[in-house]
């Protein structure tokens, strides 16, 4: 094991079998160009041993540049990628390989293409040591592949955490075998959005709120957030798979987190079978859910005052309170005996100081194995 900033990673691939496949590589692509110059073009930072590896195993001319995009800050993805370094000058006729060190989501790629796209090379193809295809959307053709491998967090043999790891000869994937996945329920005021804000601090979640997720998407036109909005546009309910979709990106984009809070999601026995089989294919699972829980007549005093304060018409008529209640009751009485069946259903007072109901939460944590 070895331990970079606050993450612990274990062993995933040795430096011999990093080379073979990389020798794999170089003897394919010499297989096709050994008969003209090709100019190879390294994505930085990433790539850089694996370029350096590649050009010491192809036994023909070529000739080397290098392009540098990033759409990573720390660990965590922010959907955005910008060109730092551009395309090489003078490919006009000539074929190309991109050279990238790993392969994922396809985001990056997406840039690669557009760049080469508007250039007047012969031909560009695209050669990745590491390929994650689980999670690949599979827009563009990959032409070679050093190594499939899962959706893992790695580090080593230029990938880093953070800026560390780059240096490794070996590769180590994120120990995650503490994974934690939460489901927080709880009746409007309970007090939930709080709880939340303090459990991920603790424990290094990744908080996703449905409704946050739905709005950051249609904000900022994001395919899905398009499809989203065409059926909110018609008055009709976005389809249960276009939330996953929305809630697998989230889950990809933050491969630091030690596990996640799901909140606002799901809503329906339908919505948590979807969710388990999601989190399934990625090797995880729901570990609890947990429900606040406070006496109506104490939330609904709750909300009134909170209405006061802050004008929300919603927190300022009881009844209309007490209907957002009956509502949560319909739709988690389901929900319930879903988990309650799997042994993964919690409830905790939600009335107390917010210091008090944070350490019930925690206790209902800490004991799960």
């Known amino acids: 094991m070895i331990k970079l900033h606050d993450k612990v990673f274990k062993p995933y691939l040795g430096e011999d079998e990093i080379l073979g496949a990389v020798k794999k590589m170089a003897t394919e692509i010499a297989e096709d160009y050994k008969n003209e110059v090709p100019i190879f073009v390294g994505v930085l930072n990433g790539a850089f041993m694996f370029v350096s590896d590649f050009l010491k195993a192809y036994q023909h001319p070529c000739e080397v540049s290098f392009v540098r995009l990033s ?4 660990l965590t993805s922010t959907g955005i990628v910008e060109t730092l370094l551009d ?31 508007q250039t007047n090379v012969k031909e560009f193809k ?21 190594l499939e491998i899962p959706d893992n967090f790695i580090v080593g043999y230029g990938l880093d955490y953070n800026e560390l790891g780059r240096n490794l000869r070996e590769v180590y994937q994120l120990n995650q075998t503490d994974m934690i996945n939460l489901v927080l329920f709880g009746k409007p ?15 290094n979640l990744k908080h996703i709120s449905t409704g946050d997720v739905f709005r ?53 026995a339908a919505q948590a079978e979807a969710l388990d089989n999601f989190l399934q294919s990625k090797d995880m699972q729901v570990n609890a859910t947990i429900a606040l829980e406070a006496e109506d007549d104490i939330l609904v005093s709750r909300l009134l005052e909170r209405g006061k304060e802050s004008g929300r018409t919603d927190d300022q008529d009881e009844s209309k309170i007490r209907n957002r209640f009956d509502e949560y009751n319909q739709k988690t009485a389901p929900l319930k005996a879903y988990y309650e069946k799997q042994g993964k259903f919690h409830s905790v007072n939600g009335i107390g100081e917010i210091e008090e109901i944070t350490g019930r939460l925690s206790v209902v944590i800490d004991g799960l194995s």
């Open 71 to 74: 759409s990573y800050h720390g």
């Open 87 to 117: 395309v090489p000058e003078n490919i006009e006729g000539r074929s190309v390989i991109i050279l990238e060190d790993v392969i994922d989501t396809g985001r990056t790629l997406k840039q690669l293409v557009h760049l080469f796209s």
């Open 126 to 146: 695209v050669a990745s040591l590491f390929y994650k295809s689980e999670v690949y959307s599979g827009e563009y053709s990959i032409d070679y592949i050093g």
């Open 189 to 203: 005021g309970a007090g939930k959005g709080t709880q939340a804000g303090f459990l991920k601090e603790k424990y």
């Open 216 to 268: 950051y998407n249609i904000k900022n036109g994001t395919e899905l957030g398009l499809l989203a909005k065409s059926y909110m546009d018609r008055g009709d309910l976005v389809p249960d798979e276009v939330t996953i979709d929305m809630l697998k990106d989230e889950v990809e984009k933050n491969p630091e987190a030690a596990g996640f809070i799901f909140d606002g999601f799901p809503r329906t």
